[in-house]
């Protein structure tokens, strides 16, 4: 695989620029990427045709409500507060982080354990921090043509482990006890990217009291001493049973599943490439994925660069295998289109949440060239760290809020 700086990965139309001209890029469109076919690992220039932009902002910013606001509108992460306040458990979900780290949770006997829906968000988030010590070994994004009936499993993308961490964080405001909970640790792991290159409180109280502090992600020089954990599968059952215990109890028409489904960038004009998720929300209307999930069982820093070409080629791929329809580009009234990626990377999970408009879609199809073509911007935001109840209870809010905006 090359040797990736942080550097290489664009955040801006001028830092995009200037890794294109770095590398002597051509004024190609989409469909060269089928030339990448042999290749056994996806490279700069092929992340490059994609025209993905990453930027990143903690806490701190995410829940100002005017930036919150422009993701998430007010009225739907209000409306979130006051339903998950009144629902069955919620409270006491929330509660019990004052009495329990993870790992005691599952181990105490107690009857103040028994959280109903939440039982078993508790109980898998601390399976995620019981990690078994093993040898990490190199992560590569492999990349193959999309599969065809003389494709085998050989051609097919690895994954490998690698660890990561985390620190404190603090939450604030009157819709909580201020806490500086203890330390967690993240899990991740990069799993088969590209599975074929075939590449707030009622009344008067503020918003604003869902204010938090930013949590410094655990730097790659320390991610060694976060080993992996066993199975990503564990990651994958927290992060889901979480999303769906949001949900459960009111009236949503969709629910989130942990069905690994594949998205194809490309027709039967060019080769193109599949990426599979591992997870979804779906529409119980007409079966439209609404949002994506992706997990790693070690932490997001081992190889964040690596992680971040996976999830801007999913995003791609999600985007032209289900463009908007007319219905929701005329709902937007001309703003760019926004669709969500949730990511948890051992403890820490992510919001990303990314924005396009339709001459990118018409980019994706083959229409225009790469230097015409505008891009697609992956705003991440986080860490939630899922072992500081505070910060679960504002990705709860925000979670349910989005579903909300998008199922009613």
Sequence with gaps: MDSFKRKDLPNSATTW????????LRDRKIDDLDRYSSASNIT??????????????GLTKFTDPQVRNEWLPERFYNEARLKLKTAPFWNKYIDSYQRF????????????????????????QGQVQRIKIKNDSEYSIKVSPRKTRITTRAQLSSHVESGPSRGPSKFSGSDAESSTPTTPTPVGRVSNLLEGMSIF??????????????????????SSSFPPTEDEQIVNA??????????????????????????????????????????????????????????KPFLRSAKEMVIQMQEGAQMAAWICSQ???????????????????????????????????????????????????????????GPFVTS???????????ILAFTLEHCT
Excluded at 17 to 24: F, L, V
Excluded at 105 to 123: A, E, H, K
């Design 17 to 24: 620029n200037d890794r294109a001209q770095a590398i002597h």
């Design 44 to 57: 700069l220039e092929q992340f490059l045709h994609l025209k993905v932009l990453w930027t990143f902002q």
């Design 101 to 124: 780290t993870d790992n005691e949770f599952g181990n105490s006997t107690s009857p103040d354990n028994d959280i109903g829906t939440f039982s078993l968000v508790r109980y898998y």
């Design 201 to 222: 409180d009622q009344g008067s109280e503020s918003a604003r009291s869902d204010a938090l502090s930013d949590y410094s992600p655990i730097g790659p020089e320390l």
């Design 238 to 295: 927290a992060l889901l049973i979480f999303l769906s215990a949001l949900i459960i109890h009111f009236p949503v028409p969709a629910d989130w599943t942990l069905h690994r489904k594949a998205f194809l960038l490309g027709d039967n004009k060019m080769k193109g490439y599949e990426a599979r998720v591992d997870g979804f929300l779906r529409s119980h209307r007409n079966d439209d994925v609404l949002a994506i999930v992706e997990v």
């Design 323 to 381: 463009p908007p329809r007319a219905s929701e580009w005329k709902a937007r009234k001309g703003k760019p289109m926004i669709r969500l990626l949730v990511s948890q990377d051992y403890y820490e999970i992510y919001l990303t949440f990314a924005t396009f408009d339709i001459s990118y879609v018409n980019y994706l199809k083959g229409e225009t060239s790469l230097f015409d073509a505008p891009f697609l911007r992956m705003n991440k935001f």
């Design 388 to 398: 500081d109840g505070d910060h679960m209870k504002v990705l709860g809010y925000c």
